[in-house]
């Protein structure tokens, strides 16, 4: 989780509007990444909040997620806890989810839905093969954020989860790979507009 998590706050930072907030007449940018992330409990979903995510390092984005994951199986999340978020993660591919539109956590002006990676049919050297796929959902309020930004900031966090080098810091950029992050992102954007 902490690459897409990683990715997320490089898109973030690329597209400022995908993190801001409406409040009254005016558009707020904010500087920092306090990431909601859906969290299945025993009791429901809940979705506490991951703070500074920008100043944090993959160990530091799985020991938080350990932590809140903990906290909530165990019924000790806070109120403070869950309060505050900028931009929310839902996967609901832990379950099995090949698609769907996750619904935006008011007052956030976006959410990304995460879904199951599954062999699927893709043209490589004009040739068909199998290859584990992913799709990525972006639901987004269209009063503040447009189709251009949107698309752009799942393009952004599709190129780095495809080549999660890129997250890596530069002494670490000479590595070759492993198979498993081999995977390929097709990516959807819905606008959801008040009236």
């Known amino acids: 989780m902490s690459f897409f998590i990683k990715a997320a706050v490089a898109a973030l930072k690329d597209q400022p509007a995908v993190n801001a907030v409406i409040v009254g007449n005016e558009i707020i940018y904010r500087e920092y990444v306090d990431l909601s992330v859906a969290v299945a409990t025993p009791t429901g979903l809940i979705v506490p909040v991951l703070r500074n995510c920008e100043n944090m390092s993959f160990a530091d984005v799985e020991k938080g997620l350990e932590l809140l994951a903990k906290k909530g199986k165990d019924g000790t999340i806070t109120a403070e806890e869950m309060a505050g978020g900028t931009f929310t993660i839902s996967n609901g591919g832990i379950f099995g ?40 959902a972006l639901t987004y309020d269209h009063r503040l954020i447009d189709g251009r930004e949107a698309v752009t900031f799942l393009k952004r966090i599709k190129s780095e989860i495809e080549d999660p080098r890129r997250l890596l810091p530069v002494s670490y950029t000479h590595l070759t790979l492993p198979t498993i992050y081999s995977v390929q992102i097709s990516v959807v954007a819905v606008s959801l507009k008040k009236k």
């Open 97 to 136: 989810s090949l698609m769907g539109t996750p619904i935006i956590n008011p007052p956030q002006s976006a959410i990304l839905g995460m879904h199951a990676i599954v062999n699927r049919p893709v043209v490589v050297n004009d040739t068909i093969v199998a290859r584990p796929m992913m799709y990525l």
